[in-house]
Structure formats: C-alpha cells, structure tokens
C-alpha cells in the first residue's frame, strides 16, 4: 500500500510538472502576445499631434453608421483626399467631410463611367459631372483635382464648419439623397485621424 500511494503521489506530481512545463511556456508566450496587441491603434493615432479630434465630429454623429473595409486603391484615396485638403490650407474637419462625400458617393472608388448604370456624366471619387462645370473627365478622375474641386465649392458654403456634415456636403453636392451623407460620418472620421499625420 506504502508503494502504491507514493506512486500515486510521484505521478500526480509528474502531471503537474508536465503540465507546468507545456502549460506555462505557452502561458507566458500568450500573455506577452496579448501585452503587444492590447494597445489601443485609434487611441495612439488619434493623440498624434495635429490632430484635433474634437474637431472631426463637432455635433456627434446623426443617424446609424455605415462602415465598409477598404482595400489598398480607396486606403489610396483617403490619403489623396487628405493631401489636398491640406494642400488646399483647409482644416481636418473639411477632410472628415470629404471623404464622407466620396464613401456615398462612390465608396472611395475612382469611378470612370459606368454606362447604363452611370448617373448622367458622373465621374470620379465625388461622382461630379463635366457637363456641370466639375472639370474635364480627365481633370475629374484625377484624385487630387476632384478633392480641390469640392473643397473649393465647400468653401463657398458659408458656416460649413458649424453645419452637421450632411448639411454641408448636400450643399455642395445638391444630391437627391441629401441626408445619406451622414451615415458615414465616424468612419471618414476614424480614417482621418488615422491617416492625418502619416
């Protein structure tokens, strides 16, 4: 009997030595793999300096959200967008609106004509139309000249940096949809503290 209860002791405490051994390499890696990715992406973007994220959403988000996973051409297009709000000396909150405008008009997509489905001669990441005094096709496919192009019409609006989003880019845009803007809202907001200062 003494025999048996030690090598039951002996193999309770073999078990519990293999289970260490297995169990805790794999422990101790998981949790530094949870250490690494616990860091919150949007905070760390968010708090770059330049970016006034009380600026991107002033009146909060009207409205159910949209949301869409962009591939490498509109992760492209954001950054366009981006530029040449800055380049036009504009504000973030005017890129908030643009890209907005561009995820309803054409989910971020550099559209050319569409053919039967096309609206009119709508063409590009806004959907504007040369016969409408937007540009050559040409000059509205281009991604810089279509950004130019809207926020110089968005700088005419006057106030357009105290109206909801909507409001502003309906302005713009004289859409038939003009409250579908709004729905895109957190996440032209999310891209661009994202990508602001990259």
């Known amino acids: 009997?003494?025999?048996?209860?030690?090598?039951?002791v002996l193999g309770i405490a073999g078990l519990a030595f293999a289970g260490g051994v297995v169990g805790g390499p794999i422990a101790a890696h998981t949790n530094e793999h949870h250490a690494v990715d616990a860091r919150p992406v949007a905070v760390?973007?968010?708090?770059?300096?330049?970016?006034?994220t009380a600026k991107l959403i002033p009146h909060g988000t009207q409205g159910a959200q949209s949301r869409i996973e962009l591939n490498d051409e509109q992760t492209a297009n954001v950054k366009a967008i981006i530029a040449a709000t800055k380049k036009s000396g504009m504000d973030e909150r005017a890129a908030v609106i643009a890209i907005a405008t561009s995820l309803q008009e054409s989910k971020l997509e550099n559209l050319g004509h569409l053919g039967d489905a096309n609206d009119h001669d709508s063409l590009g990441l806004f959907q504007q139309r040369p016969s409408s005094g937007w540009g050559t096709p040409e000059q509205i496919t281009d991604p810089e000249y279509s950004t130019m192009a809207f926020l110089k019409g968005l700088k005419q609006v006057d106030g357009w940096q105290d109206m909801p989003l909507t409001e502003a880019a309906q302005t713009v845009q004289v859409s038939a949809y003009p409250d579908a803007y709004a729905q895109?809202?957190?996440?032209?907001?999310?891209?661009?503290?994202?990508?602001w200062n990259s």
């Open 1 to 8: 009997m003494n025999t048996i209860l030690r090598k039951s």
């Open 44 to 52: 760390l973007q968010a708090d770059k300096p330049g970016v006034d």
């Open 184 to 195: 895109w809202e957190q996440q032209a907001a999310d891209l661009v503290a994202q990508y």
